[in-house]
Structures are given as structure tokens and as C-alpha cells.
């Protein structure tokens, strides 16, 4: 069945990268999204990649797609403390209707 | 910048009873959906609505849950006889079209407490 699967937590000093981590299951997805969750807000989308792509960098934003092992990442250069946030990982296939999500990754930057 | 908005933002019910949370999505949108996230748990869908009636539904979406767009604007969720399992961050999402790379925008989310 389709699954993806996130770390839950990740800490990073201000200014550093941050590289946030992603697998999924589902051979056929088509498409794959970051999505960033600030406390009280709804799901922001970031940035998505196609699946016959291996990167795309958006300003500070990195999506990198390993197809093979089916593993997204997102990096966040020269993370501020504006980027903690919830970021969620999700993927869906053409044509479909419905978004599968991560559980989501807890970014804390510390100043 | 357009948004879709929910209210209410937190729902207290008692187990049994009914609720319908509300949405209003973007005007010019065509295509709805529901999604839901239990505490610490991952983002799921529930339905998807289009040409008023349901083009997708998970298997959570039960006869306990339906939907409705009873006027130009509202999205509404109802959830006939609540359950505590049923507590969880609610969140409606509205798009122009069914392509998946068309951005999905999300509503702030309703907060519903089944006691």
C-alpha cells in the first residue's frame, strides 16, 4: 500500500542546513511534495518535483529524488528561526485525486 | 491572497452527537477535499468532491461521515454520531482543477474534541 515515512524531529543552529529526510512505498507516484505546518496555520506547500526529475532548487529550498530507493529530501540553506515548522512530506500519482502525507518532521532552529 | 477559511477553528462535542464543521473554499475553485490529522499522527484524506458529488473517498470516510456543498460557497463535513477516535485536527482543502500538480490550498483547520 502507499506509506511515507518521515523522521519526527530534527534541531539545526541558525545559519547551518537543514536536510530533512523522506521514503515512500508507492512505485506510481508521480509527484512529490514538501509541505511546511507553522503552529496554529494550515499546510503551506513549498515545493514539488516530478518523478523523472532529481532536483529542483527553489532560493534556499533543495528538493532532491532518489527514484531508486524512493527517497525525497528537503535542505533548507542558511536556515533561520522563521523555518521552525512542521514539514510534511507527501506524494501522490497523476490523475489521482487524494495526497498521501508523511507524519511530519519537527524542525527546531536554535538562534 | 485568496485563502480558504474553516470555522470553527476548535469544536468541543460530547461523544454521540453530531457535527458539521464549515468550510469556504476559494471561489474560483472547483475541486474539494477533507483531510484529517489525529495527534501526532500523519496528515490522512478522507474525501474528495467535485461536480457535487464525491469522486474519492479513503475508508475512514464511513457512513458516519458525509459531505455537502449546500451553496455556492460552503463546504460543509458532518459527522453523524461522533466517536472519540474522532478527535482530530480537521482540514479542508479547495483547487481549480483535478491535475495533482495544481497546488492544493489549505484551510487552517478545524480542532474537533470528542469527551
Known amino acids: 500500500g502507499e506509506d511515507v515515512e518521515q523522521s519526527l524531529f530534527l534541531s539545526v543552529r541558525e545559519g547551518d542546513s537543514s536536510v530533512i529526510n523522506c521514503t515512500y512505498t508507492?512505485?506510481?507516484?508521480?509527484?512529490l511534495y514538501w509541505y511546511k505546518q507553522e503552529p496554529g496555520a494550515g499546510l503551506q506547500l513549498l515545493t514539488y518535483i516530478f518523478s523523472n526529475m532529481d532536483m529542483k532548487q527553489d532560493q534556499r529550498l533543495t528538493v532532491l529524488l532518489n527514484k531508486k530507493d524512493k527517497h525525497l529530501s528537503l535542505r533548507i540553506a542558511d536556515t533561520q528561526t522563521g523555518d521552525s515548522a512542521i514539514y510534511f512530506c507527501a506524494e501522490s500519482r497523476a490523475g489521482g485525486f487524494k495526497t498521501i502525507f508523511g507524519a511530519g518532521t519537527r524542525l527546531f532552529v536554535k538562534a | 491572497e485568496p485563502e480558504v477559511t474553516q470555522t470553527p477553528s476548535h469544536q468541543v462535542t460530547q461523544m454521540g452527537q453530531e457535527v458539521i464543521l464549515r468550510c469556504v473554499p476559494i471561489s474560483n475553485h472547483l475541486y474539494f477535499y477533507w483531510y484529517r490529522q489525529i495527534l501526532g499522527q500523519k496528515v490522512e484524506f478522507l474525501v474528495s468532491f467535485y461536480n457535487n458529488e464525491i469522486s474519492e473517498k479513503s475508508e475512514i470516510f464511513d457512513d458516519q461521515f458525509s459531505v455537502e456543498r449546500p451553496d455556492g460557497s460552503n463546504f460543509t463535513l458532518k459527522i453523524r454520531s461522533t466517536k472519540l477516535e474522532d478527535s482530530a485536527m480537521y482540514f479542508c482543502a479547495s483547487r481549480t482543477s483535478g491535475r495533482t500538480t495544481d497546488t492544493q490550498y489549505f484551510g487552517p483547520g478545524t480542532r474537533l474534541t470528542v469527551l
Open positions: 508507492d512505485s506510481s507516484s508521480t509527484y
